[in-house]
C-alpha cells in the first residue's frame, strides 16, 4: 500500500540533545513537508522540499534542521537550539505538478510523531 | 495578515442536525485552491473537500459540502447529519498560485457532536 510513514510514533529527548524524526514515502511525490502542531493548535511549516537536494524554510525554521537526498526520504532533525521542541509532528507529501492541472492535488499526511523534552 | 481564518475555536452539534465551520481566506492571486481536512484524536490528518478558485459550482463531497463565497473570500465547509464519528478538529487550507508547492492552514475548529 502506498503512503507516508513516520517513525517513531512517539519520542523522549533529553534536553540539549539532537534527535532525528523519520520520514518516508512510496508515492512517488515530489514535494515533502514539515509541519509542527501544539496542542488545540494549528499547523506550522517548519521545512518543505520540492526536489530532491533542495528545500526552502517555513514560518518556524529555527532550531530544526532536514536533508532530501531521496526523493522518498525527507528527516528532520530537532536541534538543541529549538527552544521548545515539545510538540506533534506531521510530515506530508504531495505529487508536484503544473498549477492549472493538478492544482486540487491534496497533501497526503503520515501519522505523526510525538516528541517530548524532559 | 493571516492567509486563513478559522473563528470558531469550538462548536457543539447534535447528532443527525447540519453544522457550518467558517473559513475565510486571503490571497491576491486569481487562481488557488482550497481544502478541508478533518483531525480526529489519534492525530492523523484525512483530507475532505477541495474547491478550485474557478469551479464555479461548489464542491461537494458526500456528507460534506463547501460553500464558496468567492467575492467575500469565504469557504466555509457543511457537514450533513452529523455523526457521532465527525467530533474532530477541522482544518481551512489554501494553495495558491505564486507560492504553488506551499500550503496555509487556518487554526482549526474542534466540533463537539452531541448525541
Known amino acids: 500500500d502506498g503512503g507516508i510513514t513516520q517513525s517513531p510514533k512517539y519520542l523522549f529527548r533529553k534536553e540539549g540533545q539532537n534527535v532525528t524524526l523519520s520520514c518516508e514515502q512510496n508515492l512517488n511525490h515530489d514535494a515533502m513537508y514539515w509541519y509542527r502542531q501544539d496542542p488545540g493548535q494549528g499547523l506550522r511549516l517548519i521545512y518543505y522540499s520540492q526536489i530532491v537536494n533542495d528545500f526552502q524554510k517555513g514560518d518556524i525554521a529555527e532550531g530544526y534542521s532536514v536533508s532530501r537526498e531521496k526523493k522518498e526520504s525527507f528527516p528532520l532533525t530537532v536541534t538543541s537550539a529549538q527552544k521548545n521542541p515539545t510538540a506533534f509532528y506531521l510530515c506530508a507529501s504531495i505529487s508536484r505538478g503544473l498549477a492549472g492541472a493538478l492544482f486540487g492535488n491534496e497533501q497526503f499526511f503520515g501519522p505523526g510523531t510525538r516528541l517530548t523534552v524532559l | ?115
Open chain 2, 1 to 115: 495578515a493571516q492567509k486563513i481564518t478559522q473563528t470558531q475555536p469550538g462548536m457543539f452539534v447534535q447528532e443527525k442536525e447540519a453544522v457550518t465551520l467558517d473559513c475565510t481566506y486571503d490571497t491576491s492571486d486569481q487562481s488557488y485552491g482550497l481544502f478541508w481536512y478533518k483531525q480526529p484524536s489519534s492525530g492523523e490528518m484525512i483530507f475532505l473537500i477541495y474547491q478550485g478558485s474557478y469551479d464555479e459550482q461548489n464542491a461537494t463531497e458526500g456528507r460534506y459540502s463547501l460553500n464558496f463565497q468567492k467575492a467575500r473570500k469565504s469557504a466555509n465547509l457543511v457537514i450533513s447529519a452529523s455523526q457521532l464519528g465527525d467530533s474532530a478538529m477541522y482544518f481551512c487550507a489554501m494553495r495558491e498560485t505564486y507560492n504553488f508547492n506551499k500550503f496555509y492552514f487556518g487554526s482549526g475548529t474542534k466540533l463537539n457532536v452531541k448525541p
